[in-house]
């Protein structure tokens, strides 16, 4: 009767806990979303495919050097046709992405895990890991690649192949593919479930089960060659430096600085990644041990093969949809020891001080950073305002007195997208173009600009490694007959001048 009792206490404080970290984990995502920052360079380059394009379009290359699924293109037009295009409505499918997977997840758990502390420890590193909050309110695929791949490895755990026959294959096929118009890493789970069901079953593989392998593959390989590599060869022109650090090398060293790299980014402020990464291979491990649960270790196993392959990177937010994957490897240390042993007892130790050492930048401040207000706009507010930038402009642009706009060509993408959201005249804009990056140059396109004109430059981003900011400002101070304003905020600038 008093092991009862207490049981059910245990029962009672566990679904308590529970409870509290799906609110908390909820409501930063809110929190997160309610802040309505400006979009930065990227959302505004992949905005203008939203607003300038058709659904048809999504097929092709994207604009502006961009990549996404078509199916989170698609359901964003359609929303932004029903509300407008506001930042809230370019980021309302990230968000609600970003909602489920927080319940998807917790229900991930309760497949993986037996013990209570366990599945409850994996639900509040996820609940306030601060990279999944921030993609909540970012206009970029990464929180629906979080969630479909989730969601993903919660169904296959549980489907029982069985169900699929030769008749319902096609079936099947269509719907278990329709989450990769949605997520490109989803593939790394449903490749890794068929893969396991052909090794599990051996020789008793059914009909059923070989059709909705081809099919899904013919399905998989038809949409990849046509669509997802057109636009990634698209923007490995552009972002081929940077895609390259994702792709894994056959080296051990190439392994570890990799998964290392990725861990820091997982979990950052992270200061003592080594201890999560020990703790990341001990369960990774344990995992392939625990035959029952070793489809949870393919999806990573898949997305090896083809980053070694050059096909899909492995790096920082390209990554970020294995972070489940990461959480369920680093919990299940706990999971797999019964301390039943002294050896047992003794690396349940040694695990639990990697553990708290791993995750001791998870202080008050960390916390504090999450759920402030005053905090939170500082952790996701951009070193570039745009909206600022282009308001201010459109308060004070008089088109109808000669006034002219000038703006550079890093800035491009939010001019395009500012602009037309604020309905601004763009018949009177000059765009310095910094073919070279030379500063006499650059100084030698500006003094061809017609002199008794009044100029709006407007910067709203400028390049990080070929900043010309700084050159603008002297110029103008040095040419300007007269200067109504310079205003900036972060690195965006707005001047006001005569020359």
Sequence with gaps: ????????????????????????????????????????????SLALSIVFHNIKDYFLPLAHEQCAPF???????IFTNILGNSEYVLRLLPFLCSILSVLAFYFLTKSVFNKWYCALVANALFAVNLRLIYYAQEFKQYSCEVFFVTIGLLFFLNFDCKKITLKNSPIYAIALFLPFLFSYSY???????????????????????SAFALLTFLLLSF?????????????Y?????????????????????????????????????????LLAFFGFCALCIKKEKIFLTLPLFVAIIVSLFGIYPMNERLALWSLPLFIIFIVYCFEFLDFTKFWQKAVAFLC???????????????????????????????TVDARFAVQLVKDNFNPSKGEIIVYNDA???????YFSRYKINTQRMIMIKIVEYDKNVYIANLSKLKKDYVYYFCIPYDYY??????????????????????????KSYVAKVKL
Aim: with cysteine; glycine share 4%.
């Design 1 to 44: 009767m008093q092991n009862s009792s207490i049981t059910t206490y245990k029962n009672i404080i566990y679904k308590i806990a529970i409870c509290s970290l799906l609110f908390f984990s909820c409501f930063a995502r809110i929190l997160a979303y309610l802040q309505n920052r400006p979009l930065w360079h990227d959302e505004c």
């Design 71 to 77: 199916g989170f293109l698609a359901v964003t037009k």
């Design 187 to 209: 593939a790394f789970v449903l490749v890794s479930y068929i893969f396991y069901e052909f090794v599990r079953k051996n020789k008793t593989i059914s009909k059923g089960l």
């Design 223 to 235: 949409y990849s060659i046509f669509v997802s590599l057109r636009q990634g060869n698209s923007m």
């Design 237 to 277: 022109q552009v972002y081929g430096a940077y895609w390259s650090n994702g792709f894994l090398k056959p080296t051990i060293f190439s392994f570890i600085n990799l998964f290392s790299q990725n861990l820091s980014y997982f979990f950052c402020p992270n200061k003592f990644v080594l201890f999560q990464f």
């Design 352 to 382: 639990l001080v990697f553990f708290v050492f791993g995750f001791s930048s998870y202080n008050p401040a960390y916390f504090n950073s999450i759920f402030n207000i005053n905090e939170l706009k500082k952790n996701f507010s951009s």
């Design 411 to 417: 800035s491009d993408s939010e001019i395009a997208y």
């Design 465 to 490: 490694e070929r900043p010309i900011l700084p050159w603008l400002d002297e110029w103008i101070k040095d040419n300007a007959k007269e200067i109504y304003f310079i205003k900036t905020k972060g």
